[in-house]
């Protein structure tokens, strides 16, 4: 119980300095891409699931549904 305490803190922690961090260089969270990116990959890794399956060899799915470089952007 208490190292879930601890985690809680911790990612609350890193919420607000990562907050903090936008902040003080201008930068603001994209959440039209969050919403966009959501949909995207939800779609590839039902596809992955079924890809996955249907083939036990040879397994190559390789989901590329989001781009942290387009997380942020300029205020």
């Known amino acids: 119980m208490f190292s879930l305490l601890k985690s809680v803190i911790f990612v609350v922690g ?3 300095v990562a907050n ?3 902040d003080f260089f201008d930068r603001k ?3 039209t891409y969050v ?3 959501r949909a995207r ?3 590839a890794a039902l596809e992955c699931k079924e890809v996955f399956q249907k083939n ?3 397994r190559k799915c390789t989901p590329r549904c989001f ?3 387009k997380l ?3 205020q």
């Open 41 to 43: 990959c939800t779609k």
């Open 29 to 31: 969270l994209d959440w």
């Open 72 to 74: 942020t952007i300029k």
């Open 14 to 16: 890193a919420v607000v």
């Open 67 to 69: 781009e942290f470089s």
């Open 20 to 22: 903090f961090l936008l």
């Open 56 to 58: 036990t060899e040879n």
């Open 35 to 37: 919403e966009e990116s």
